[in-house]
């Protein structure tokens, strides 16, 4: 059965620290692959998303992500945090040709000064 | 900019009452979808829409049904509500192929 997984259920960094979010994922065939963010109360934003060439893509607000085939991951990562970045963060996995998309648990993310 | 509207933002109703999630999107897209979200699971899609009076389960649908009478609304149904479907409800629509875009949610309470 498809699945992801973020292993992580919550992280703290600090402020102007480096971030790196996990995500694995178990797919027959090379998936699309998307990171969401959500603020409190709010629903999901795109941060980013990969379906096919270079497999280093950037996003908005200063992430970026790395799909690996060979490790089946593709990991969120933010060079320096602002506390503007505590969120809860999820990946999501699609296929091609099949609209619906399965979702990660969630990682939340928490800055402290 | 993609606009996903849900009817409600915050939601009590009493266990036994059929309950409307409305949700409409301004993009004339094909694809509609409910989704819930609870703590530790994220979110799990119920049923999706592919176009106007098409629909499909989810991975959840059990206790729900939908409705799509034109193309930007779709509507979640529950016909008897229960407290264990106190939740987090999200649309979302999409042209095929695309990113999905998100409503901002509506919290059920189910007393």
């Known amino acids: 059965a498809q699945s992801v997984t973020q292993p992580d259920i919550h992280i703290t960094v600090s402020e102007g620290a480096s971030l790196e979010l996990r995500c694995n994922y178990s797919y027959g065939a090379t998936p699309y692959l998307f990171w969401y963010v959500q603020s409190p109360g709010q629903g999901l934003q795109l941060l980013l998303k990969?379906?096919?060439?270079?497999?280093l893509v950037q996003g908005i607000k200063g992430f970026e992500a790395e799909f690996k085939r060979s490790q089946s991951s593709f990991n969120l990562r933010k060079p320096s945090v602002h506390w503007s970045d505590a969120a809860e963060y999820f990946c999501?996995?699609?296929?091609?040709?099949?609209?619906?998309?399965?979702f990660g648990t969630g990682t939340r993310l928490t800055i402290i000064p | 900019d993609v606009k996903v509207t849900q009817s409600s933002r915050y939601l009590v109703k009493r266990t036994g009452e059929k309950v409307f999630l409305e949700c409409v999107q301004d993009m004339d897209h094909e694809n509609m979808f409910w989704y819930r979200q609870d703590p530790g699971l994220g979110l799990r899609l119920i049923y999706f829409s592919y176009d106007v009076k098409m629909k499909e389960k989810g991975d959840i649908p059990e206790g729900y049904s939908v409705s799509r009478e034109k193309k930007e609304r779709f509507s979640l149904i529950l016909e008897s509500a229960s407290t264990n479907q106190t939740s987090m409800y999200l649309c979302?629509?999409?042209?095929?192929?695309?990113?999905?875009?998100f409503g901002p949610g509506t919290r059920l309470l189910v007393l």
């Open positions: 979302a629509s999409n042209t095929r192929g695309e990113t999905q875009y």
């Open positions: 990969y379906f096919s060439g270079d497999t």
């Open positions: 999501a996995v699609g296929l091609v040709g099949n609209e619906k998309l399965t």
